[in-house]
């Protein structure tokens, strides 16, 4: 509630100029009870909240929530992991944030809940796909070089996953010098991925991949084009897997094809009160 009165005497002179922007900025803070089709859910320390659902054990037919957005709270020893994906690839969900709104991310392989993260090893780069994320924050792209006849001067080579004749090396994405000629160091697989950026002075590359990779890297998601008309009449998208169609799940519980009427906006405004601006 506090939250509610700080932004209102903040909005106030605002408030009797726009009484209707008023009620649309404060949209983000409601209660999710006003979506009963929208439950936020909480997977070990994460809040699972609308635009990310939560994916059941059984197969659903109809979320309230991103197409790719969903998390997996998968029980792993009795311990719940939060799960996303990009792509076909598995990500551990270390936090989100709603407001600013951020996910951060691990690779599954090389993240803190499997048990063998010592020798850490990257299978895949990050594909976002057609997702609405962008990379957020201060990071860093490593590449990755397997099964390599030899070692370049600026790369630094991964001595768990090297042999006297197959090296696999690391070295951060564009260090390499101009015109490099990478024929002289045939590989049999390439991996890019993106880390936060723990590097500094005290650091090594070598020594501080592994820990960078377990710390993983933070996205931050835009609304997709798609659900702009649902959102911006107060409602939330979701998708029914049985019709194939995109719904709008509105304040108050009614389940539309199309766009609200608004309806969150009239509610509101009974709720707190807060009738015509005084002329
Ligand atoms: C939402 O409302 C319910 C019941 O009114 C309450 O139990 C819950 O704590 C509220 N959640 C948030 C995030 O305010
Ligand atoms: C969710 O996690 C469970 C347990 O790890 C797994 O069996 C299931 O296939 C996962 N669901 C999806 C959609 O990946
Ligand atoms: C998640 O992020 C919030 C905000 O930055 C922070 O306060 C919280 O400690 C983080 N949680 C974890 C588990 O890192
Ligand atoms: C790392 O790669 C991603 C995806 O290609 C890009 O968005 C990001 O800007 C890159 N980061 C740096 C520091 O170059
Ligand atoms: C090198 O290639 C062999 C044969 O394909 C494979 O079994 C091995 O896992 C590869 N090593 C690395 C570090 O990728
Ligand atoms: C070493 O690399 C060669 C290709 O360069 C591959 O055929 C072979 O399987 C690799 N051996 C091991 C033990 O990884
Ligand atoms: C790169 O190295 C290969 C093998 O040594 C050589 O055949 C090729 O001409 C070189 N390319 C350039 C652009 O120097
Ligand atoms: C919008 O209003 C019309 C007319 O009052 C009503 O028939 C319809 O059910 C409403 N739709 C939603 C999603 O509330
Ligand atoms: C709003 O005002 C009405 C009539 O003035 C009153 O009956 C109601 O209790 C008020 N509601 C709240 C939440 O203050």
């Given amino acids: 509630m506090s939250n509610l009165f700080h932004s209102l005497s903040l909005s106030l002179p605002l408030l009797l100029l726009f009484p209707f922007f008023f009620f649309i900025s404060i949209a983000a803070q409601f209660n999710d009870t006003d979506y ?3 439950q936020a859910y909480k997977c070990a320390s994460i809040t699972i909240s609308y635009p990310f659902w939560r994916i059941d054990s059984e197969t659903p037919t109809q ?7 969903g998390i997996n709270c998968s029980n792993y020893n009795g311990r719940e992991i939060p799960t996303a994906y990009l792509g076909s690839d598995s990500y551990y969900v270390h936090n989100i944030s709603y407001d600013p709104k951020w996910i951060a991310l691990v690779d599954y ?3 803190p809940v499997v048990p063998d993260v010592v020798c850490p090893r990257v299978r895949h780069n990050i594909d976002l796909g057609d997702l609405p994320f962008n990379f957020w924050g201060q990071n860093v792209n490593l590449s990755f070089h397997f099964n390599c006849t030899g070692v370049p001067s600026f ?3 991964i001595r768990w996953l090297s042999t006297p004749t197959n090296k696999s090396f690391v070295h951060t994405l564009n260090s390499e010098p101009e015109n490099f000629n990478w024929t002289e160091y045939p590989c049999l697989e390439e991996v890019e991925t993106t880390v936060f950026d723990v590097f500094g002075p005290t650091t090594t590359l070598e020594n501080d991949f ?3 990779l377990s710390k993983g890297f933070e996205l931050r998601w835009v609304r997709t084009e798609d659900c702009e008309k649902c959102e911006e009449s107060g ?3 979701g998708y029914n897997s049985n019709t194939g169609e995109e719904m ?3 304040s108050g519980g009614k389940t539309t094809t199309g766009y609200c009427n608004g309806t969150f906006v009239k509610t509101r405004r009974f709720k707190f009160n807060f009738t015509s601006p005084p002329v």
Avoid: K, T, W
Wanted: net charge neutral.
């Fill in 63 to 69: 979320y309230c929530g991103y197409e790719g957005f």
């Fill in 109 to 111: 392989d090389v993240s």
């Fill in 155 to 157: 790369a630094r080579e």
């Fill in 36 to 38: 009963p089709r929208c």
């Fill in 248 to 250: 709008c799940f509105c």
């Fill in 235 to 237: 409602g939330r998208c």
């Fill in 210 to 212: 592994p820990g960078a």
